[in-house]
């Protein structure tokens, strides 16, 4: 009977460690999360980064086009649904073109702030995209991740995008 409750306090133990390990975040699972999408983006896999938003992903922006702005607030499946079409649409134009007006994008994480327990991280990040050697979009991002399973979910943010139009 010892021997019985011994071993179930063991299992209990190390569930908890498991547990906790698999829900905290660290800068090294941030850096690896921006990587693997900007790999995505790059392979236009729209369905690899729907995958990693959280159900309350929510993306508040603002875009700068031409002396003008507009204001968006989009949650998850309206993003998802912008994503395909914009990545489908660049697709295409690098499809069609050989791969002349292929996607460029790069991006600098400029701050990671872990929240005490280490299950949220805020990240800022800037980013760039060109096509054919041209700038045509920067974007500055604020957002938040966790980690749930040992995966990182994005759970959206404070978006502005400058789009250059020539």
Known sequence: MVRILLAGMVLLVAGVLVYEHAHRISES????HYQ???????????????ATMAKDFRLQGVSYVAGTHT??????????????????????????????????????????ELAPGGRRAMVETTSTAKIGGRLLSRTRFKGHLSRAFWQVRDHGGDAQ???YVP
Request: hydrophobic share 40%; aromatic share 4%.
């Open 71 to 112: 204001r968006q607030d989009t949650h998850r499946d309206e993003a998802c649904s912008q994503l395909r079409d914009g990545l489908a649409a660049l697709q295409a134009a690098s499809d069609q073109t050989g791969g002349l007006l292929a996607l460029d994008i790069a991006h600098e994480i400029t701050r990671i």
């Open 36 to 50: 693997a999408q900007l790999e995505a983006t790059r392979r236009f896999d729209s369905d690899a980064l729907c």
């Open 161 to 163: 995008n400058w789009l």
């Open 29 to 32: 699972d941030v850096r690896a």
